[in-house]
């Protein structure tokens, strides 16, 4: 572009309208357009330099940000295994859980029928002995040693 010397320089130098009119004044309306001329082309290369500067910020920041996205994307992705693991452990678990409470449930019935068949055995014993041969059951309460 323009240096400032060159700039000077024009306006040192007659213009073809002062030269052909005489006057002053035409002279002076042709430096002003000169200037102005030479001001706007300043001010458009300018803002060509905002508008090329803005554009590289824009595309860093897309760039920026379709790298994050990706990392994001790849970050969702192990969670989404991660959970989807957690959840069929989760479903064993509560199968093995469902399974060990039928197996107490069971168990405790089983006990249940032990004790009721012991006590009534016991009774059925008791009974078939003489009353002074009789032995105390342990929670019978009867003959209890303190």
Excluded: I
Excluded at 34 to 57: F, I, T, V, Y
Excluded at 91 to 101: D, K, M, N
Aim: with cysteine; hydrophobic share 45%; proline share 3%.
């Amino acid at each position: 572009m323009s240096s400032p010397e060159q700039r000077l320089d024009l306006g040192s130098r007659l213009s073809p309208v002062a030269s052909l009119c005489g006057g002053a004044a035409a002279a002076a309306d042709w430096m002003r357009k000169q200037k102005r001329k030479l001001s706007n082309r300043e001010s458009a290369r300018r803002s060509r330099m905002r508008k090329q500067q803005h554009l590289q910020d824009v595309a860093t920041q897309a760039a920026d940000l379709a790298r994050h996205n990706a990392e994001m994307a790849a970050q969702v992705e192990a969670l989404s295994q991660h959970h989807r693991r957690l959840e069929a452990e989760n479903g064993e678990l509560r199968a093995q859980a469902a399974e060990l409470a039928a197996r107490l449930r069971s168990l405790t019935a089983v006990l249940r029928l032990v004790a009721v068949d012991a006590q009534g055995m016991w009774q059925r014993h008791r009974e078939a002995l003489p009353a002074a041969a009789a032995v105390p059951f342990m929670g019978d309460g009867v003959g209890s040693a303190s």
